[in-house]
């Protein structure tokens, strides 16, 4: 007998961090991420199933109350999607055996993947001993048996990726940022922080940090790239555009980034990329590949449906102001591809218009909506 998707044990974990994501208590991609696959985690070791669609459908469940408490958290469904391909993936190479590996290694799609070394290593490792006997009735935990320690280890796969993501990417900064260059950057992202104090070991160079009002981030990123001795200026965003002809390269980072190429980023990275463009002044954008999603720009043509407090850009002592105006404060731009020069990853650098290949590789196309 089937039995329930979830157990009243295995939902307090959800319901729990559902609950944080809806107050904004667990905010960021990376952090959200990470406690989507803690979660997941806990439910998966407590779960009860006896066949493969038991399984996706209890994984998909979870994915869908997160997304429904965070819809505008991107990083939770990618991390569900990532989850649900590795299952499938080890399903598939337990069922076909050899016959999977041997028909895959002279695919158009495997040579496309060459120079890619973490994805060649888990195609060579295709090959399965795992013995899937599902809906048995002599045994009926015999599949959930079998298959969790291969679940475990693909969430632990996930879970060191999300934890070494900005190491991993802060690998390849020696070698884009050059000596005596003038490198400017908007807000704060941990991920571009770590990237820029890696370059500093190896060249000097200057930095440009935009200050991002009225959240104010880049303060915060000023302060600890001149408290590690890299050269850095604070300046207000009105001088973004003044300042673009003397600047190297704009490293920003991303807080999605969509099939088409886009992304979202912190509210005025538009206004600098379109700056940049004007002054053919090279963009890159510096994310791990968890931030991937097969959506697209779902909201409209300049920003995500996403909204900070209006009250720190037009205060209540305004009051001749606050009834004859709506003001909006949004968190986040929405970034066209052709503004983007290359996205480097832990996985290595993409040009936006080899996003959609690796989204396609990354999920699977019946996990697109939950």
């Known amino acids: 007998m089937a039995t329930e998707p979830q157990t009243a044990a295995g939902q307090r974990p959800v319901e729990a961090l559902a609950a944080k994501l809806r107050r904004r208590q667990v905010v960021g991609s990376r952090e959200t991420a990470l406690e989507t696959v803690l979660v997941l985690r806990q439910v998966v070791t407590k779960a009860r199933f006896q066949n493969i669609n038991q399984l996706v459908e209890i994984i998909r469940s979870v994915g869908q109350k997160l997304i429904e408490a965070q819809p505008k958290e991107h990083t939770v469904g990618n991390t569900v999607r990532k989850l649900l391909h590795h299952v499938r993936e080890e399903y598939n190479n337990a069922s076909k055996g050899e016959a999977t590996t041997s028909a895959s290694s002279f695919s158009i799609a495997n040579f496309v993947l060459q120079g890619q070394p973490r994805r060649q290593a888990a195609g060579q490792k295709a090959e399965s ?16 048996r079998t298959l969790k320690p291969v679940v475990m280890e693909a969430i632990q796969d996930i879970l060191d990726e999300l934890e070494t993501v900005y190491d991993n990417i802060a690998k390849s900064a020696k070698d884009h940022i050059h000596s005596d260059e003038i490198i400017l950057t908007i807000g704060r992202s941990k991920t571009v922080e770590t990237y820029l104090k890696s370059a500093a070991h190896y060249h000097k160079f200057t930095v440009i940090v935009v200050e991002s009002g009225p959240s104010y981030g880049g303060h915060d990123m000023a302060c600890s790239l001149s408290s590690s001795g890299v050269s850095t200026f604070l300046v207000p965003d ?56 097969p959506l697209w720009n779902l909201y409209h043509e300049y920003g995500a449906l996403d909204f900070a407090d209006p009250g720190s850009v037009l205060g209540f002592e305004e009051c001749d102001l606050v009834d004859k105006v709506d003001v909006v404060n949004p968190y986040y731009d929405y970034v066209r591809p052709d503004l983007v020069d290359v996205y480097v990853t832990n996985d290595g650098d993409h040009p936006p218009p080899s996003i959609y290949r690796l989204v396609k590789e990354s999920y699977d196309d019946e996990d697109n909506e939950f």
């Open 129 to 144: 001993t795992l013995v899937l006997k599902e809906d048995d009735s002599d045994d009926p935990d015999s599949f959930a």
């Open 238 to 293: 009105s001088s973004i555009y003044a300042l673009m002809s003397r600047v190297s390269k704009v490293i920003l980072g991303a807080h999605t980034i969509l099939a088409n190429g886009g992304m979202f980023a912190v509210t005025g990275s538009v206004l600098t990329a379109t700056a940049a463009r004007a002054h053919s002044t090279p963009v890159m954008v510096c994310a791990g590949q968890f931030k991937l999603t």
